[in-house]
């Protein structure tokens, strides 16, 4: 079964870092990209963070710019998302998101470009003192 | 404000035909593919349609997807209940070199 499991969230205080982790399984890790997509209480869908299949392409939001770093581990199977200078309105539940396939032009590659197909359960990161 | 706006509600009733519209710019729709996903209450955002118009996997062949100039369109037919979600387009943009969503659109079959 293809699967993406996220694990890591939890409650951090302003000013904290927390890690989050992607597991995937059920489909060959490598030959896909992986984003980040959040979504804040009663709000709607946010990109965080994209990362094509080879790692060499990698896009944030400006939410994320500065604050988020994405990186994944093909060894492991494994995406993360450390999250640096945490404010109460990165309280959101983050879910991990398998691109489709990627698009390329220009010199550059597009992580998710023709949609995210296979999405974990999300991790709930609230930030609060 | 999202860069792509969406209706935030509609609703029909049941066995009929709806439509949900996402208006962007050239930065994004007018040049980018465009995806819809489905959000059940509780639920991880599903793909319904990638590419402007193409029907994801294992997903029901009354939903349905277009896209003219920079505005794009999910339409369901044949309306059940469960069908009651939230939808979301989204597309690249090239202003801000990453992906956009839109704000989401409830929908309620009546």
């Known amino acids: 079964e293809v699967q993406l499991v996220e694990s890591g969230g939890g409650l951090v205080k302003p000013g904290g870092s927390l890690k989050l982790s992607c597991a995937a399984s059920?489909?060959?890790?490598?030959?896909?990209?992986l984003n980040w997509v959040r979504q804040a209480p009663g709000k709607g869908l946010e990109w965080v963070a994209s990362?094509?299949?080879?790692?060499?392409?990698?896009y944030y939001s400006e939410l994320a710019k500065g604050r988020f770093t994405i990186s994944r581990d093909n060894a492991k199977s494994s995406l993360y998302l450390l999250m640096n200078s945490l404010r109460a309105e990165d309280t959101a539940v983050y879910y991990c998101?398998?691109?489709?396939?990627?698009?390329?032009?220009?010199?550059?590659?597009?992580?998710?470009?023709?949609?995210?197909?296979?999405w974990g359960q999300g991790a709930t990161v609230t930030v609060s003192s | 404000q999202s860069v792509l706006t969406q209706p935030p509600s509609v609703s029909e009733a049941p066995r009929q035909r709806v439509t949900i519209s996402c208006s962007g710019s050239s930065s994004n729709i007018g040049n980018h593919a465009v995806s819809w996903y489905q959000q059940l209450p509780g639920k991880s955002p599903k793909l319904l349609i990638f590419?402007?118009?193409q029907l994801s996997s294992r997903v029901s062949d009354r939903f349905s997807g277009s896209k003219s100039g920079t505005s794009a369109s999910l339409a369901i037919s044949g309306l059940q209940s469960e069908d009651e979600a939230d939808y979301y387009c989204a597309a690249w943009d090239d202003s801000l070199n990453g992906h956009v969503f839109g704000g989401g659109t409830k929908l309620t079959v009546l």
């Open positions: 990362i094509t299949k080879s790692g060499t392409y990698i």
């Open positions: 590419y402007d118009d």
């Open positions: 059920g489909f060959t890790f490598t030959n896909f990209g």
């Open positions: 998101a398998r691109s489709r396939s990627e698009y390329c032009s220009g010199g550059g590659c597009y992580s998710g470009y023709y949609g995210m197909d296979v």
